[in-house]
C-alpha cells in the first residue's frame, strides 16, 4: 500500500536552532516527491520538487534532499517566519496523476 | 487571475443540506484538482480534471460528492445532504499543462451542525 510519513507530527525550535524533518514514502515508480508549506487558514505553497535520489534543492534557509526512501527537509538557522505546517506530497506511477500528501510536520520557532 | 479563488471562504449549514463551494482556477491552467483537509491531516485527494472532463474521480468518498467543469475553468464541488463527517477545509489547486506543480487556493471552510 502507498504511503507517505512525516515525522516528528510537531517541533519546536529556538530561532537559530537547526533541525531536519523528515517524509518517508513507500510508492511504485516515483514520479516526484513535492514539498509545500501551509500557514493558518491558507492553502499549501510549493517550496521544492525532486525527482531522483540524491537530488538537492535550496531555497534560502530551507534545503530538501532524497534517498530512495525518504526525503529530509532541512531548516538552517531558522526565524520565526519559518513557523507553518511543512507537507510532503508524492506523486507516483501507482498513483496516477494523484498527489498523495503526508499529515505534515507542525514547525514552531520561538524568538 | 493572479491566483487559484476559492468561494465561499466560509460555509455554515445544517445536516441534510445542500452546498455548492466554487473554485475559479489560474488563466490557463488545464488540469484542476480537489482535495479535503480534515484538522491535523494532510490534504486528501478527491477529484482530478484535465480540461472538462474527470480523469479520476477515485477520491470521492460516496455518491453525495460530485463535481463539475462544464467549460474547462471554473470548476464547482457539490455536495448532497451534507454528514458533519463531511466538515473539513475544501482545497481547489491548478496546474499548467505539462508541470507538475499545483498552486492551491485557500479553500473553503465547511461546518455541518
Known amino acids: 500500500e502507498d504511503q507517505v510519513t512525516q515525522s516528528p507530527e510537531a517541533l519546536r525550535l529556538q530561532e537559530g536552532e537547526s533541525s531536519s524533518l523528515n517524509c518517508s514514502y513507500t510508492v511504485s515508480g516515483l514520479r516526484g516527491l513535492f514539498w509545500y508549506r501551509q500557514d493558518p487558514g491558507k492553502g499549501p505553497e510549493f517550496l521544492f520538487t525532486l525527482y531522483s535520489a540524491g537530488e538537492e534543492k535550496e531555497k534560502e534557509r530551507l534545503k530538501a534532499t532524497l534517498t530512495k526512501k525518504e526525503s529530509f527537509l532541512h531548516i538552517t538557522a531558522p526565524k520565526p517566519e519559518d513557523s507553518a505546517t511543512y507537507l510532503c506530497?508524492?506523486?507516483?506511477?501507482?498513483?496516477?496523476?494523484?498527489?498523495?500528501f503526508g499529515t505534515g510536520t507542525s514547525l514552531t520557532v520561538i524568538p | 487571475g493572479a491566483g487559484v479563488s476559492q468561494t465561499p471562504s466560509n460555509k455554515v449549514t445544517e445536516k441534510g443540506k445542500y452546498v455548492e463551494l466554487r473554485c475559479d482556477p489560474i488563466?490557463?491552467?488545464?488540469?484542476l484538482y480537489w482535495y479535503r483537509q480534515s484538522l491535523g491531516q494532510g490534504p486528501e485527494f478527491l477529484i482530478y480534471?484535465?480540461?472538462?472532463?474527470?480523469?479520476?474521480d477515485s477520491g470521492l468518498p460516496n455518491d453525495r460528492f460530485f463535481a463539475v467543469r462544464p467549460e474547462g475553468s471554473v470548476s464547482t464541488l457539490k455536495i448532497q445532504r451534507t454528514e458533519r463527517g463531511d466538515s473539513a477545509v475544501y482545497l481547489c489547486a491548478s496546474q499548467q499543462f505539462g508541470a507538475n506543480v499545483l498552486t492551491f487556493g485557500a479553500g473553503s471552510r465547511l461546518t455541518v451542525l
Open positions: 480534471f484535465q480540461g472538462t472532463g474527470a480523469a479520476d
Open positions: 488563466s490557463g491552467h488545464t488540469a
Open positions: 506530497a508524492v506523486q507516483a506511477g501507482s498513483t496516477g496523476n494523484q498527489f498523495y
